[in-house]
Antibody, heavy 122, light 106 residues
């Protein structure tokens, strides 16, 4: 079964850091680009970052550029999101999603995990 | 590129036709326009990619059309499981989602 499972969410104080992980299974992980998408409580979807198949190319939304870092370990079939300098407005459910090709953008997101919740609060 | 979706909410009955609009602030290559469905408490699901291609396993009552700045998702006959929020997404150089259209039961 094709599956993505996120982990690493939690409650963190403003200015703090958190690292999210996404474990992939059921498909050849290094054939695909991957993305992170978030959804604040009661709000819509916000794409925040993408990475190509080998981690050599990445892209970020303006809202997280310079604070978040996407990476992947193909040997471990895992995607990561390092989040630094967290703000209250980063509070959201964070989804990892598979792109429909190997690129870091220009791909529709055809497989999604169930998300991991990040709450930034003092 | 900013995406605008209309209407914000669409109230319809099962069996009716739903027409959802997505308008872009600049022209989008049709290759890079997708539609997603999200039900409460669930992750989004890809319905349409490339403006008009159905994703794997998506029923043929869902269809996408459009080009340039105007795109449409049509659900030919609403089934009870189709009541949900629908998002369009442009996935070009700076991917972005629209604000969503909620389809609820009239």
């Amino acid at each position: 079964e094709v599956q993505l499972v996120e982990s690493g969410g939690g409650v963190v104080r403003p200015g703090g850091s958190l690292r999210l992980s996404c474990a992939a299974s059921g498909f050849t992980f290094d054939d695909y680009g991957m993305s992170w998408v978030r959804q604040a409580p009661g709000k819509g979807l916000e794409w925040i970052s993408g990475i190509n198949w080998n981690g050599g190319s990445t892209v970020y939304a303006d809202s997280v550029m310079g604070r978040f870092t996407i990476s992947r370990d193909n040997a471990k079939n895992s995607l990561y999101l390092q989040m630094n300098s967290l703000r209250a407005e980063d509070t959201a459910l964070y989804y990892c999603a598979r792109g429909d090709n190997a690129d870091y953008r220009w791909n529709a997101l055809d497989i999604w995990g169930q998300g991991t919740m990040v709450t930034v609060s003092s | 590129i900013v995406l605008t979706q209309s209407p914000g909410t669409l109230s319809l009955s099962p069996g009716e036709r739903a027409t959802l609009s997505c308008r872009a602030s600049q022209s989008i290559s049709s290759s890079y326009l997708a539609w997603y469905q999200q039900k409460p408490g669930q992750a989004p699901r890809l319905l349409i990619y490339g403006a008009s291609s159905r994703a794997t396993g998506i029923p043929d009552r869902f269809s996408g059309s459009g080009s340039g700045t105007d795109f449409t998702l049509t659900i030919s006959r609403l089934e009870p499981e189709d009541f949900a929020v629908y998002y369009c997404q442009q996935y070009g150089s700076s991917p972005r989602f629209g604000p969503g259209t909620k389809v609820d039961i009239k």
